[in-house]
């Protein structure tokens, strides 16, 4: 609405954090007219320094104003301040000529968008909506109410929107296809939806029966310095599973990471129970799970070597991915194959109203998008991402071996989605990625990732939906060494599968949601291809015969709401592979939460896992010469078991979010191999692995904070992971069969990621990464034989490298935040590893001319790494 504004005084020359009313009485006070200004919901949430003694003081005013939306207008002896575009002063030049034009056409959908957007006209604070049939009134005094959650500038579906109803509490969150369901009180009742960067909206409703709404959803605007913004931080303290963390990508851009680069990877080692072995590495550990025991899946599809250049980026453009959903425990019954973790990575759909792109250019990278719509109702993205990295790897250390090489990758991801109807979609989506390098002219490894996928999405009235995806993952690598072109060669590896998946989800009852559904995966793997390389060479060609295996899976869930403080999530996924030999057995996923009060629950988890394919290596982390081996008579599957708890609280008005989780696991089968074993071109490889029990447990703890001008997070984990042998090779058996450390196993584990944001304009970033040193095994004497001297190992993992400690800074400044703007340049500065420490990845001992033995210690990146990023939309 439009308000006068009252003559007030103030005798201090220095205003700070004054909302805008107060400013109004500066601007009038200064000019002499008399003002009329529009104030909304919004404004309340806006904050104003003005110094009077600047001379220029009114100009930064109208500058600020303008920033953040605002049209300043002089008319007639007055000045009017309005969001918006403003106050037209005389009509268009054709209004009468095209009146009759206008009266004849319906209104253009363009327009009927854009007043939905408005932040004054047909808003959840000025209307009221009508949920299903006035003469048909639900018996019950419920109905559920679902539709989908969807930005207003983009249309794009936004995942993890809390809607929380104000009368019952009941609460519901918006999927990955921004789609949610929600049970409601018959009769006048408010539905509060908010998240993180997003405006809190309150939708007033009058509930007669089962009914549908979609919501619009608008991006929080941080602009001045002291706007204070809320959002919904009750999302872990009312779903009814734990372990689950989710991260939408527009939250971490800012996250200073190696050379200034968004990764996916690294955003979730930031997170409690989340640890990998060291800088460069690919892979990672959840709660004590070796790294195959992760499933990783993006857009549906299993990736299998989810990194770049040693795992010094993720393989996921950060422009194109929407939301990522890491479950460490309580794993929903629709995922399987893994032991120990899901990470589940979803790209956005692409823009439904403009044509969008982006550009970015750092130390390393190249990369950019462009997305859009095609006609009203399908949506494309398409971006890629490429590197100029070979200058790296000479500032590496020459112990390292890798200051002499080169290397390479590049990535492509493309998707388009096409809307049928309300209640029917297909979403086709696509990914290739590429790495070549050499660790010297003569030897190149190169690696490649490949996935498709179509997806079916339908609804079938108000309570059934279904999702029918069907896919093909396809992940090689291949090392070729031409040192001797007598004996050169090229060594590969190749796993192809085939899936389909369907899933439904139904509502039985106000208290009763299930999920059931199937899946089939077909496994085609070529364990390994030895082939001469040139026409001088003359190696022998060997070629491992290949392994094929199918894997299916039914489930059923049931989400119990017994009450509106306590509900209960159960299920069960009878799993079955089929290779050589038939496994199969149940697997139960029970999960519970009780509402200790509005703000606090406590949680409960159990779940039981099965695995029937291994990664085999003997390297510390995910390496390209790692094979992965499908379960068979003579390797069993894996088998994992988990129980945890944990309270979870929203405090200071829902500002900080608090999380406590305890955890213990325990593991069959996990495949450990042989001292002196060979992996690579092995056709006995039953015979080089051996069968280990695995144990872990800890506790996990998470302060978040995601609102104001400070913001981010804090996590802390202590926990412990060993492993003994279960196979009876007597004196042979690792550390005598008694328990040892796990290579991954880091006790203490904190980080901490924090973002201050000085104005609209400038923010700072910076974190910081503490753990324990890995276990190593190392020589503690050596004894003389044969006329030589041999060397008398420790027992397996009984020593550690020293611990791990890094801080990291980052300046970021975005110089165009003008609304309307048609393009936005932005950039950031920072420094990794600040202090400069030489973290230790890695100990190797040799021998020197005298015959004493040396240890050696490997760093990664020693000294501190300045970046800049450039990046650049449209």
Partial sequence: MLGQVQQGYSQAKVHRNIGLDSLMVLLQKESGQKIYYQSDASAKNLTFTVN???????????????????????????????????????????????????????????????????????????????????????????????????????????????????????????????????????????????????????????????????????????????????????????????????????????????????????????????????????????????????????????????????????GFNPDIVSDIELYKSSVPVEYGGRISSVLDVNSREGNNKKITGSLGIGLLTAKGHVEGPVGSKTTFIAGARATYSDWLLSLLPEESEYNDGAASFYDLTAGITHKFNANNSIHVNGYYSVDDFSFSADTLYKYRNANASLKWKSNFGDKTSMELTAGYDHYDYATIDKFSPLKAYEMSFRIEQMYGKLRFKSLLSEKHTITYGADIVSFDLLPGSYLPYGD??????????????????????????????????????????????????????????????????????????????????????VSPTDIWKLSDRNIKPQKGWQVAGGFYASLFNNKVEASIEGYYKEMDNYLDYKSGAVIIMNRNIAEDVINTQGRAYGAELMLKKSVGKLNGWLSYTYSKTQLREKDERGVNAINGGRWYDASYDKPHDAKLVANYKFTHRVSISANADYSTGRPITVPIAKYEYGGGYRLYYSDRNSFRIPDYMRIDAALNIEPTHKLGAFTHFSFSIGVYNVTGRKNVYSVYFDTDAAGQIKGHQLCIFGAPIPYVNFNFKF
């Fill in 52 to 314: 009077e003694g600047d001379p220029s003081y009114t100009g930064q005013i109208k500058e600020d104003l303008a920033d953040n939306g605002y049209t300043i207008l002089s008319l007639k002896g007055y000045i009017f301040v309005l969001k918006g575009a403003g106050l037209a002063q005389e009509l268009p030049w054709d209004y009468f000529s095209a009146a009759a034009k206008r009266e004849k056409q319906p209104v253009a959908q363009d327009y009927i968008d854009a007043l939905a957007e408005s932040a004054n006209v047909a808003t959840s604070q000025n209307k009221t909506y009508q949920i299903g049939d006035k003469g048909n009134v639900s018996a019950s005094g419920k109905a559920y109410m679902s539709g989908y959650v969807r930005d207003a500038v983009t249309g794009e579906p936004v995942v993890g929107v809390s809607l929380v109803d104000n009368v019952t509490k009941s609460y519901a969150q918006s999927d990955a296809h921004g789609f949610y369901k929600i049970l409601l009180p018959v009769g006048k009742t408010v539905l509060d939806v908010g998240g993180y960067s997003l405006e809190d909206t309150k939708v007033h409703l009058q509930v007669y029966g089962e009914g549908t709404l979609d919501v619009v959803v608008k991006e929080k605007v941080f602009a001045l310095s002291g706007v204070v913004v809320s959002a919904e931080n009750t999302n872990k303290v009312r779903a009814n599973h734990m372990g689950i963390e989710k991260v939408r990508m527009d939250r971490v851009k800012n996250v200073p990471m190696v050379f200034g680069e968004s990764d996916v990877v690294k955003i979730i080692l930031t997170l409690p129970g989340v640890k990998s072995v060291g800088e460069a590495s690919s892979g990672f550990n959840v709660r004590g799970g070796a790294t195959d025991q992760n499933l990783v899946l993006f857009n549906g599809g299993t990736v299998y070597n989810p990194s770049h250049l040693f795992g010094v980026f993720s």
């Fill in 536 to 621: 001088a060479s003359l190696v022998v060609p060997d070629i491992i015969p290949n392994e094929t295996g199918i894997e299916g899976a039914a489930y059923l869930s049931d989400s119990w709401s017994i009450s509106e403080k306590l509900s209960l999530d159960f299920g069960v996924r009878y799993s079955m592979f089929n290779s050589d030999k038939f496994y199969s057995g149940p697997e139960f996923r029970l999960s519970g939460r009780a509402m200790l009060s509005d703000k606090v629950s406590f949680k409960v988890g159990v779940n039981t896992m099965q695995q029937y394919i291994h990664m085999l290596s003997n390297s510390i982390s």
